[in-house]
């Protein structure tokens, strides 16, 4: 079974989303938001997380999208947060209308992401609101730690991990999660698959890390090398700076959080050092070891396992994409 | 049975929230807005509305303050897109912290605010959650009116009654019908109190208008006259502009959007304007239609006399107060 049969079922549910309609100024931005495009990964994990249990995906599209709408409500505030002009090579809604649409936009998103979950059934529904819940206040959290990494200057390797795992993993384990057990798996299966999808979104953010300093600039979409021109605290760096000796310090200090006359230069030095120290086959390894254990926890879901190559499928995809 | 007996019942509770630790510039800015004190009027309403039909309030406490998380997180944003410097005396949430902090525990404190009804009862909560999810929605529309009509020439009374409804009046009335389902009544009577909750909000907000151009200055605890200095769209300015002759539409035109060089002689000649139309009396006869009209849904919903008393005393003193 395809990738393919699952996009299906839940892209014409996504284009029939209706939002509101006045003022249009609160309600036009969410619709171009959503217009954007993307991979619509959450939607997606939360039918194959389904489909582990149940053949009837039909009730479980509208709720799938909750996690869609709320990813695309957190991109639409950090995106304002992090003053970011384009999304997707197109203009942000703040660029595009102002802060201000762009903060209340964003707050009716996100109740929208709830009321796509109140059909489900009444017995799941406290818990699988719980659930959400907690998890959208974790995605706060990982953007909120991202935010203060930016100005602290000891950031450790444990921190940078936690961060994204708040920031982007638990979305995806929620979402896998949410599919289990609206197609009626045991609370301990939903788990194992939450776990499953949080060891992908890890390796997935890591993958995004390595794809900025060593991916194909033709094919990755956005300029390569732009974390180290932003002085980002990412994995790669954090280890480089963990692991340089005294002449690598100097060059990492010279190049980080000092102004930069040539970008170009800055990237190629600081990648100088990624080189010298392995970093690249190291985050390659950690990356290897969260899809691995990911694996062992989608090995222990008990569902059958021709239901679970599309899972293996999509992993494998998400982690060896170059873009 | 007096109002500080409903107000005690939820003030532990209150006072008990927990939103969350770390990191602590996510949370405290939540416990701060909390903490700055305010009318609590949507938890007490919540209480009232239960206690026509129950004498369990236990159960509802949490519930209730669902809708003061609600409302405060409106008023962190709001301030925020209003760029308020003070709220209730002390330095807004933007302003003690920065921009970012209030969009991203403004976007927690709407979570926790969801958080707080999923404890009730099962066969109620997909009801209640899909009105909640309404009425927030319309609040963030009212605001968004509200922002809207800054900027727009014309403006109809009805608009701006419309906008007000939605901004203020819908969630009081969400917090009657709450309780009422809560404490076990009829949809039809939680709707008959819901109504009264909103003609009691339209009919506070008019009061707000008026106190703000006829307030006494002492007891207003605000600068008297402040919507008239920043050319504010009010029921009053709207009425005035509406039934102006030519000399009176020339003193108003020459005021309102104008550029300020004395704000007490600006307060001063459009309130002369408004004393010749008559303004201040056809605002309380408009505050009393709502009023009544607010009294007889009351009067409708199946409770004693008795249990009503308090809900009268509260819309008495919300219509009747000087601040």
Chains 1, 2 share one sequence.
């Not at 639409?76 to 003053?83: E, F, R, S, V």
């Not at 706060?140 to 990494?149: A, K, R, S, T, V």
């Not at 100005?151 to 289990?180: C, N, P």
Request: with cysteine.
């Amino acid at each position: 079974m395809d990738l393919s049969y699952f996009t299906d079922k839940f892209s014409a549910g996504l284009a029939d989303l209706r939002y509101g309609d006045q003022p249009t100024s609160l309600y036009e931005p969410i619709r171009y938001i959503m217009g954007l495009g993307g991979k619509r990964i959450r939607p997606l994990l939360t039918l194959l997380g389904a489909h582990l249990f149940t053949d009837d995906l039909g009730p479980i599209v509208k709720p799938a999208l909750a996690t869609e709408v709320f990813h695309n409500f957190t991109l639409l505030h950090d995106d304002l947060m992090d003053q970011a002009p384009l999304r997707r090579g197109q203009a942000t809604v703040h660029e595009k209308w102002n802060p201000n649409v762009a903060i209340l936009s964003g707050d009716v998103m996100l109740v929208r992401a709830y009321e796509l979950l109140f059909d489900i059934q009444p017995e799941l529904l406290a818990h699988v609101l719980r659930r959400f819940s907690q998890t959208a206040a974790e995605v706060c959290e990982g953007q909120q730690w991202d935010m203060n990494f930016e100005t602290e200057t000891e950031v450790s390797i444990a921190q940078y991990l936690d961060m994204i795992r708040l920031k982007t993993a638990v979305l995806l384990g929620f979402a896998l999660e949410l599919g289990a057990l609206l197609g009626g798996s045991s609370r301990e299966d939903a788990d194992h698959l939450r776990q499953f999808g949080v060891g992908i979104g890890l390796a997935f953010q890591l993958r995004d890390d390595l794809l900025d300093v060593y991916g194909d600039a033709a094919t990755f979409g956005k300029r390569v090398g732009g974390d180290i021109v932003s002085d980002k605290k990412t994995y790669l760096l954090l280890t480089a700076q963990a692991q340089a000796n005294p002449t690598q310090r100097a060059v990492l200090a010279r190049h980080i959080g000092q102004p930069v006359p040539d970008a170009d230069a800055k990237v190629q030095a600081v990648r100088a050092v990624y080189d010298e120290l392995d970093i690249r086959p190291q985050t390659e390894e950690l990356i290897n070891d969260y899809f691995l254990d990911a694996l062992q926890h989608l090995e222990r879901v008990a569902a059958p396992e021709m239901r679970k190559k599309p899972l293996h499928q999509l992993a494998l995809q998400l982690l060896e994409r170059e873009s």
